[in-house]
């Protein structure tokens, strides 16, 4: 009977438990610094951005949308509700000339050049 076999066979088994045991250690630290590491989703910061962005949009402008104001009064140019404008234009509309005089009379009004300023000491 011989134990030297044995006993290599026992080394080699230890070699190949510890070479497994290290390499499963660090795959298992490699797979915890990827958790660690990896940034959060682009896709999904910038969607919550974005949403945010719109949020504030809607809520800045939806009080400019539907509701009656003076946009230039010098010029007497009211602000109304977009559905009331929808409205209105679609009645003007009905007769396409009186709509395109209409459009023009409009638009001639609104990009007036200011009138200048009267100077002082003339």
């Not at 396409?96 to 007036?112: C, I, Q, V």
């Amino acid at each position: 009977m011989n134990s030297e076999p044995c006993c290599k066979k026992t080394g080699a088994c230890a070699y190949v438990l510890a070479s497994l045991g290290t390499l499963l250690i660090v795959g298992w630290l490699v797979c915890l610094m990827r958790s660690y590491t990896q940034p959060p989703s682009l896709a999904e910061s910038r969607g919550v951005e974005r949403r945010k962005i719109r949020d504030d949009f809607h809520g800045a402008n939806t009080p400019l949308l539907d509701s009656y104001a003076w946009q230039d009064p010098s010029k007497d140019i009211v602000r109304i509700p977009v559905a009331q404008a929808k409205a209105l234009i679609l009645q003007e509309w009905q007769d396409p000339e009186k709509g395109w005089s209409t459009l023009t009379n409009r638009a001639e009004k609104a990009f007036a050049p200011a009138a200048a300023p009267k100077n002082q000491y003339e």
